[in-house]
């Protein structure tokens, strides 16, 4: 997803804000009563330095799914892809995530939990970022 690709609504009102709210998010995301933040945890893919991101990402199917709202070109996303693995913590459990990939949400539109879809449909998004569970940590 390049650039344009990023909903318009993403592009002009929500990435202005991510240095105010990211902050914030991070203290919660992860944690059991906001399950739309969860903690990725990823290496740069150049610098190798560990990144803690807070990303949108839901089970289902022995698989994690998450948002690419800042589309597939987003600097955690960009990592996640070369490094093919992450760790992600979500309402308070830790798992090893594996197998990045990039799908169309009309092609896998039965697998993806519901919610997923719903956002996809209001956000405009049209990709999610797919990782198989490796292990819970």
Known sequence: MSRSDV????????????HLFNPLILRIA???WFPMFSLLR??????????????TGFP??????????????????????AAGDADLRYRGTDYHLVEATVVELADVKDEVPPIVRIGS??????KTLRMRIATEK
């Open 121 to 126: 449909a209001v956000g405009g998004m049209h």
């Open 30 to 32: 992860g944690g059991w």
């Open 7 to 18: 909903p318009g609504f993403v592009d002009r009102i929500v990435r202005p804000l991510t």
């Open 42 to 55: 990823h290496r740069g893919h150049k610098s190798g330095r560990v990144y803690k991101t807070p990303v």
């Open 60 to 81: 289902r199917g022995g698989y994690f799914w998450l948002g690419l709202a800042f589309g597939e070109n987003s600097g955690w996303a960009r990592n996640v892809l």
